[in-house]
């Protein structure tokens, strides 16, 4: 089984940074991936970003140049760097692991963005 931590939300002003972590233990296999989503009240959850085994990446349009996600595979670890933050960005964020055999999510942690 995968288990995810995630860390790094809170409350920051417009045009501030955050950085999100999602520590994983546990079977990890290949190929995998590992994604930031998030969901905003009364709406379903939605992509941010996702980073591949394989290496590759992708974005939603509306983080793009703003965030990047990244991988330590060393720690097994993938982070999300939000920078130029907007009040619209405010949601809570999960983290997403998806392999072979599994597809877990972290229990999310609040982002909030202030005018």
């Known amino acids: 089984q995968v288990q995810l931590v995630e860390s790094g939300g809170g409350l920051v002003q417009a045009g501030g940074s955050l950085r999100l972590s999602c520590a994983t233990s546990g079977r990890i296999l290949r190929p995998n991936a590992m994604g930031w989503y998030r969901q905003f009240p009364g709406k379903q959850r939605e992509l941010v970003a996702v980073s591949y085994s394989g290496g590759s990446t992708n974005y939603a349009d509306s983080v793009k140049g703003r965030f990047t996600i990244s991988r330590d595979s060393a720690k097994n670890t993938v982070y999300l760097q939000m920078n130029s933050l907007k009040p619209e960005d405010t949601a809570v964020y999960y983290c997403?692991?998806?392999?072979?055999?599994?597809?877990?999510w972290g229990q999310g942690t609040q982002v909030t963005v202030s005018s």
């Open positions: 997403n692991h998806r392999g072979p055999l599994s597809d877990v």
